[in-house]
């Protein structure tokens, strides 16, 4: 990596939920990113995240993986607005007999020229946590430059 990339790249991290409140839906031009409800983003970002699933795949054993594409729009660190599109990769393990996922993580690098308005020219990749059944139900962290 460039030395002067990695000095203007800003660590991120937060939490996330599905919140239908905050986030009602995607930006008209992203209409077809509704596989899931808005997910309200709240720590260094601010905004919201959706999501279009382009693949799919499981096993008996339950691991279930995901690719698909997403637009945030929000703020880094109370900047300006803005939105940019990752593209991501899920994978999780779910317990065969009740259904019920037992954990999970993801990668979202962050398309290049993708940024508008407070993300113009962002790069890097956020990484969600998943923690089933608890009250913060995911975490991120990342940077963006």
């Known amino acids: 990596m460039h030395p002067a990339a ?11 939920d599905y919140d239908t409140t905050k986030c009602p839906g995607p930006p008209p031009a992203y209409a077809d990113f509704d596989t899931y409800p808005g997910l309200a983003l709240e720590g260094s970002l601010d905004g ?4 279009k699933v382009t693949g799919t795949h499981e096993t008996p054993s339950g691991v279930y993986l995901e690719t698909g594409q997403e637009v ?3 703020r880094l660190d109370g900047g300006p607005m803005g939105t940019f599109t990752t593209g991501y990769r899920f994978e999780s393990k779910w317990d065969a007999a009740t259904g019920v996922e037992v954990h999970g993580r993801c990668q979202h690098p962050i398309i ?3 940024g508008t308005g407070g993300f113009a020219g962002a790069t890097g990749r956020l990484d969600f946590k998943d923690f089933p059944g608890e009250p913060v139900p995911y975490v991120y ?5």
């Open 72 to 74: 945030f729009v929000g």
């Open 48 to 51: 919201c995240l959706y999501t």
């Open 112 to 114: 290049a020229g993708s």
């Open 6 to 16: 990695s000095q203007a790249a800003t660590r991120i991290s937060g939490s996330a």
């Open 141 to 145: 962290r990342g940077s963006v430059g």
